[in-house]
């Protein structure tokens, strides 16, 4: 079941460039994504989400992206900072949906 | 902030042994939910909980598993009979209401061990 799916196991950015973190999903039901961010020994935390309705969302540095014709998301972070380095996570679910679907994740490092 | 809090942060159980996993949910929060993560895997779904009753469970939650909230604060995961798949992190979360995706808080794990 590979509903959600975050094809780079990692990513390393430049501090200061920018970060993008992709994210492809095959259930068309899904009408709200979010990206969490997790640190080590750290549950999950939120960062930012949106809605099918939307294809852009803006929070500060990080931006999502979302294409829904290619069912493909995608979180931009700019200017990426080393503590930004992170797994990050991206999910979906239905709206009014009980449970988020999760992708595997994509390690983030930022070097300085 | 309130949090999640979930103990033990470890725990090393024989194969076939019971466990108990525990979560304290932040107090005003209705729904309950626990995630697990098999090490280098995606995060997975393994059930949900509101008005003292599951309201959603995936296929890992097999009559093995079972969830209860005994005391209005404390939310826990037994598992009855370990088996070694069952290495994970557990992850306990919450929120408030049923359209509160954006703020489901998550715990910050438990680690399961089977040997």
């Known amino acids: ?112 | 902030e309130p949090e999640v809090t979930q103990t033990p942060s470890h725990q090393v159980t024989q194969m076939g042994q019971e466990v108990i996993l525990r979560c304290v949910p932040i107090s005003n929060h209705l729904y309950f939910y626990w995630y697990r993560q098999i090490l280098g895997q995606k995060v997975e779904f393994l059930v949900s909980f509101y008005n003292n009753e599951i309201s959603e469970k995936s296929e890992i939650f097999d009559d093995q598993f079972s969830v209860e909230r005994p005391d209005g604060s404390n939310f826990t995961l037994k598992i009855r009979s370990t088996k070694l798949e069952d290495s994970a992190m557990y992850f306990c979360a919450s929120k408030l209401g049923q359209l509160d995706n954006e703020k489901l808080f998550f715990g910050s794990g438990t680690q399961l061990s089977v040997l």
Request: glycine share 6%; proline share 4%.
């Open chain 1, 1 to 112: 079941d590979q509903q959600v799916k975050q094809n780079s196991p990692s990513l390393s950015v430049q501090e200061g460039r920018i970060s993008i973190l992709n994210c492809d999903y095959t259930n068309s039901m899904f009408d709200y994504f979010l990206w969490y961010k997790k640190y080590p020994a750290e549950g999950p935390t939120f960062l930012i989400s949106i809605s099918s309705i939307k294809d852009k969302n803006e929070d500060g540095r990080f931006t999502v992206f979302l294409n829904k014709s290619a069912k493909h998301l995608s979180l931009h972070i700019v200017p990426s900072q080393p503590g930004d380095s992170a797994v990050y996570f991206c999910a979906a679910s239905v709206r009014y949906g009980n449970k988020l679907v999760f992708g595997a994740g994509t390690i983030l490092r930022v070097k300085s």
